[in-house]
């Protein structure tokens, strides 16, 4: 009893330096923000803040009376949930490619990280370029091959601009998700596919059955991780589309309030629902899963 | 050991107090549309060999309401990092908290420039930037391709819409399939502000937000302007107008493929250069009536423009003050005009034959600029941002058909009085 109590004690202390940490880093900016987000602060003028309770939240103009807050909330979510599942279907499939041994394995793995690479920022301006109705690249190809009659305005076009930006998002983050899973696949013990091969499973349920159970923890803890990342973004859609109202995220309208018209408070209160909306989602995730988890554990 | 460290720090502290004394580091923000960084950094750097202090030029995002976003954060922390701010003409009250007043460094020189312009950059008693040029929208064509169908240039939308039609069809049958009728600032930004403060005004459509803080953008006239608008889409227009800057509506008609474009005046320096593939073939007029006098309807051209201003954080405000003279100067101006097309704030220069010999629509297109129609950002002040945003929103929604043009702007007219109730702007 004496020594888990120092044991525990001790562990205290380990843990300290980091809980300090993370204090730091991100408990004070998110307190500072809910506090900011119960006043009627303005960025050019911090000092002069008044509390005003929750009337960021619930008042006349408030961001939950906000539909444009909601309209941005859907497509953060369509957003996240297109491009997770996207990414989660592309990188499996890449990674059930790459886990073949080969000589060409370590080359396409380092190849295949080459999006994850690259800044987003540059990436995403990359990629405007590439889809430019005029100068375009991809429009050129197009247009040549005869597969459109005339350019498409891929960014412009608000049927298009949405499905642009996931796709790219896609092709930026795949290689995560290939790589995560790649990683799960290696993990896998060879002699479950020996004892299926004995045994003469055909290969479809050896995926199934196997290969699928085995990696299926590791593919939704990857999946979290996308997830959370999604549901944040800002980059890649700021730089393509700007502040159109057809792909605006939940961060660019954070973003907007805060900055273009430098409502701090009730641009705080957008980030902390984007905070508490983040967390909803990834338990209301990890507990959907959760038995999955363990199951397979 | 301790004398040592002693001695170097009193020399470096020496070092720099001599290097103090003898000349500054400045840092200028100037935008990149068109030719302005290469002036901006040439002109600087004349006048850092003349005084022998440094100029460092810093280049600020194309689109102006980025660039406001920008300087917002810099000067909301009080930074130093930039000590001349290129402001827009819609800025002043915006960003007045954060400038100097520039009165005791001009020596009176700002009344040799346009009354208005000086008085736009008045916030209270304060000159808070010096005119560094003026800008209104205006209509470019392709000469030789009305010529060539013997149509005369468009003073109403209708005439445009018509001849950018027969044009452009006329143009992809005889084997351009590139070729546009009219191309424009169609993104979800500033200029599509100013682009939709046109349509309105030259159908008798009020200024989104009257001088008396009176929310006006519900009515008739201003519908059918944005109906108009969203009609040249996907017909006259490329669709990827949506998503287009004034730099990408340059390049589609600089490489020949329009025959009509909206923009202001530095298109026609750049147009004119001798790799440019339409030199010799463009005109400029202003900009076409929605509908006739009667009817309240105008020939409108938003009121744009450049001020130089020297922020209050900066280390260096007489220093910099001194630059902010220098480029807003008769000679500069006169620079600019020739070599860019920036229009002058110096009444004088329109007088002057080198400037009228680049620039011959200045002086023709004189009543154009004398007669601009001002964004509301002087009644709506500190929130005239959001107004912009929410007016580009709604003009953006009806050009992309996602929303009807009534509608648009009666959700506009309720948000904008929710923003000012009883027309009270803070």
Redesign the interface.
Same mark, same amino acid.
């Given at each position: 009893m004496e020594l888990r109590g120092l044991r525990s004690r001790q562990a205290w202390w380990l843990v300290l330096p980091t809980a300090a940490v993370l204090a730091a880093v991100a408990g004070w900016p998110l307190s500072r923000t809910i506090f900011f987000s119960l006043t009627d602060a303005r960025l050019s003028s911090l000092a002069t803040r008044q509390f005003v309770g929750l009337s960021n939240y619930l008042g006349d103009s408030g961001v939950l009376r906000d539909p444009e807050w909601w309209a941005s909330v859907g497509n953060t979510l369509l957003f996240a949930g297109s491009s997770v599942l996207l990414e989660t279907l592309l990188g499996l499939g890449i990674a059930l490619l790459l886990n073949h041994p080969s000589r060409l394995r370590t080359a396409l793995r380092a190849a295949v990280l080459v999006p994850w690479a690259i800044p987003t920022v540059v990436s995403a301006k990359m990629w405007t370029w590439m889809l430019h109705d005029q100068f375009g690249i991809i429009n050129t190809a197009l247009v040549a091959s005869g597969l459109v009659s005339e350019p498409l305005a891929w960014t412009a076009d608000p049927e298009l601009s949405f499905v642009t930006i996931v796709l790219v998002d896609v092709w930026k983050t795949t290689p995560f998700m290939a790589l995560l899973t790649l990683a799960a696949l290696q993990m896998v013990p060879r002699d479950c596919y020996e004892a299926a091969e004995v045994d003469g499973v055909p290969p479809w349920r050896v995926f199934t059955h196997v290969t699928l159970p085995l990696i299926l923890p590791a593919l939704l803890v990857a999946m979290v991780f996308r997830g959370l990342d999604a549901l944040r973004v800002f980059d890649v859609i700021y730089v393509m589309t700007s502040n159109s109202r057809a792909t605006r995220s939940m961060s660019v309208y954070v973003r907007e309030q805060l900055i273009d018209f430098q409502k701090i408070g009730h641009g705080s209160a957008a980030a902390t629902l984007l905070f508490a909306t983040i967390a909803v989602v990834t338990l209301a995730w990890l507990l959907a899963t959760r038995s999955r988890m363990r199951e397979t554990r | 050991m301790q004398a040592t460290l002693r001695a170097t720090a009193l020399a470096a502290t020496l070092c720099l107090a001599a290097f103090g004394a003898q000349a500054v580091t400045l840092k200028i923000s100037c935008g990149a549309v068109g030719l302005e960084f290469q002036l901006c950094k040439e002109e600087s750097d004349a006048w850092a060999q003349k005084t022998g202090n440094e100029v460092q030029v810093i280049n600020a995002p194309n689109?102006s #309401?980025?660039r406001? =976003?920008l300087y917002?954060?810099i000067l909301?922390s009080g930074s130093d990092k930039i000590d001349i701010y290129q402001i827009d003409v819609v800025w002043p009250g915006l960003l007045a *908290?954060?400038l100097i007043d520039l009165k005791p460094f001009t020596k009176g020189a700002e009344k040799e420039h346009f009354p208005a312009i000086v008085a736009n950059n008045t916030v209270g008693d304060k000159l808070v930037a010096m005119p560094w040029f003026t800008d209104a929208g205006l209509l470019f064509y392709r000469k030789d391709l009305l010529e060539k169908y013997k149509i005369a240039p468009p003073t109403t939308w209708d005439a445009l819409g018509a001849a950018a039609k027969k044009i452009q069809d006329a143009e992809r049958a005889a084997g351009n399939? $590139?070729m546009w009728g009219f191309v424009w600032q169609?993104? =979800?930004?500033e200029g599509l502000s100013c682009n939709a403060t046109e349509w309105l005004a030259s159908f008798g459509g009020g200024a989104v937000v009257e001088p008396s803080g009176k929310v006006s953008v519900n009515n008739a006239n201003a519908i059918k302007a944005l109906e108009t608008a969203a009609g040249w889409v996907g017909t006259i227009t490329? $669709?990827?107008?949506? !998503?287009?800057a004034e730099e990408d509506s340059r390049?589609?008609f600089q *490489?020949g493929?329009a025959v009509f474009l909206r923009n202001w005046p530095y298109v026609w320096a750049l147009a004119h250069k001798p790799d440019s593939q339409i030199a010799g073939k463009v005109g400029v007029m202003p900009l076409p009536a929605g509908a006739d006098g009667s009817k309240g309807g105008r020939s409108a051209a938003t009121l744009g423009g450049w001020q130089l201003s020297v922020s209050k954080y900066s280390k260096n405000q007489a220093v910099a003050a001194d630059l902010v003279n220098y480029l807003v100067s008769a000679a500069v101006q006169k620079d600019r005009a020739i070599k860019a097309s920036y229009n002058p704030t110096l009444p004088a220069l329109y007088k002057d034959a080198d400037v009228m010999k680049a620039n011959p629509f200045m002086a023709e297109l004189g009543s154009t600029f004398a007669a601009a129609v001002s964004r509301p950002s002087t009644v709506t002040a =500190?929130q005239y !941002?959001?107004v912009s #945003?929410l007016f580009w #929103?709604a003009a953006?929604?009806v050009i *992309? *058909? $996602?929303t009807k043009a009534s509608k648009a702007v009666a959700d506009l007219d309720k948000q904008l009085n $929710?923003l000012a109730p009883a027309d009270k702007w803070n």
């Open positions: - | 689109d #309401n980025e406001l =976003a917002q954060q909301g *908290s954060h399939p $590139k169609g993104r =979800a930004y490329p $669709k990827a107008v949506l !998503n287009y390049g589609v *490489s493929n =500190a !941002n959001q #945003n #929103n953006h929604d *992309s *058909s $996602k $929710k």
